[in-house]
Nanobody, 119 residues
Framework: QVQLVESGGGLVQPGGSLRLSCAASGSIFGIEVMGWYRQAPGKQRELVASITRIGTTNYLDSVKGRFTISRDNAKNTAYLQVNSLTPEDTAVYYC?????????????WGQGTQVTVSS
């Protein structure tokens, strides 16, 4: 089993920055994709950014140029640097990791970390 623990959320003023972290522990091997999702009140969860093991990244259009996803494979940790925050970025941010074992995909989710952007 894999456990994910996010950290780094908080209250920040518009234009501010945060660095979110997601540390994996447990039976860790073969994690292919690490991703960050967010869910605002009354809205569906959406993919914010993802990164493959070899570093290929993908971003939600509205965060391109402001958010940066990275990973440290040695530490089994994913990061999301979020800059130039706006109130529309307010949400619970979730980390997800995925791997394939014997042709079956497994997904693991963290508990979420709240990001609130407000003056």
């Amino acid at each position: 089993q894999v456990q994910l623990v996010e950290s780094g959320g908080g209250l920040v003023q518009p234009g501010g920055s945060l660095r979110l972290s997601c540390a994996a522990s447990g039976s860790i091997f073969g994690i292919e994709v690490m991703g960050w999702y967010r869910q605002a009140p009354g809205k569906q969860r959406e993919l914010v950014a993802s990164i493959t093991r070899i570093g290929t990244t993908n971003y939600l259009d509205s965060v391109k140029g402001r958010f940066t996803i990275s990973r440290d494979n040695a530490k089994n940790t994913a990061y999301l640097q979020v800059n130039s925050l706006t109130p529309e970025d307010t949400a619970v941010y979730y980390c997800k990791m995925a791997r394939t074992i014997l042709a079956r995909e497994y997904e693991y989710w963290g508990q979420g970390t709240q990001v609130t952007v407000s003056s």
